[in-house]
């Protein structure tokens, strides 16, 4: 089945810009989404179709698709920011959803 | 505003079976792109993806839990549901449901998730 990859954990101060990979096998032939999981709440979308953002998301998150490697980027980093981001595609191969083991981002 | 809410038993036994129901408030199951899952998340885990269900009935299921699961849904009632058997304490989890777009691919709205615990 298709795996995604991401890093466990990154560390930026804040005002920083944050880049958050997730690594596949041709991911960039794929659309990926990222949720972001704040402490004890549900995950919310923030980047769908690689690159589109929901309404009320800041523009601060951005996000890019090529090759084997998917990009989630935050910049001008806030401490409201720290929170745990998955990178989600739907596998057709498999017919099945892959989310990303999650990577936790904490703002110094 | 869409919103989903679960609602079922939060502790299961071992080997029984876990049962949770999500109401839908906001707008209906009947959209013409509108799938409806279940995701679930062990404590200080990952996300995973339990499977979706359409308003006709059509299902996919991750084929790890394949064999376990059940999904139905009632749109008079506007309701979805989850069936998970012969649990074991590894089952033990937050479990949402979300709306998943088809086509899309993407789930947009989320239900506060609630803990399912498996002990004896």
């Known amino acids: 089945s298709y795996v995604l990859t991401q890093p466990p954990s990154l560390s930026v101060a804040p005002g920083q810009t944050a880049t958050i990979t997730c690594g596949g096998h041709?991911?960039?032939?794929?659309?990926v989404h990222w949720y972001q999981q704040k402490a004890a709440q549900a995950p919310v979308l923030v980047i769908f179709?690689?690159?589109d953002r929901p309404s009320g998301i800041p523009d601060r998150f951005s996000g890019s698709n090529s090759g084997n490697t998917a990009t989630l980027t935050v910049s001008r980093v806030e401490a409201g920011d720290e929170a745990d981001y998955f990178c989600q595609v739907w596998d057709t191969t498999s017919a099945q959803v892959v989310f990303g083991g999650g990577t936790k981002l904490t703002v110094l | 505003q869409l919103q989903l809410q679960e609602s079922g038993p939060r502790l299961v036994k071992p080997s029984e079976t876990l049962s949770l129901t999500c109401t839908v408030s906001g707008a209906s199951l009947t959209g013409n792109t509108d799938y409806w899952a279940w995701i679930r998340q062990p404590p200080a885990k990952g996300l995973e993806w339990i499977g979706s269900i359409y308003f006709s009935g059509t299902t996919y299921y991750n084929p790890s839990l394949k064999t376990r699961v059940s999904m139905s849904i009632d749109t008079s009632k506007k309701q979805f549901s989850l069936n998970l058997s012969s649990v074991t304490a590894s089952d033990t989890a937050v479990y949402f449901c979300?709306?998943?777009?088809?086509?899309?691919?993407?789930?947009?709205?989320w239900g506060q998730g609630s803990l399912v615990t498996v002990s004896s």
């Open positions: 179709y690689d690159t």
């Open positions: 041709n991911i960039g032939y794929k659309s």
């Open positions: 979300v709306r998943w777009l088809w086509g899309r691919f993407h789930f947009d709205y």
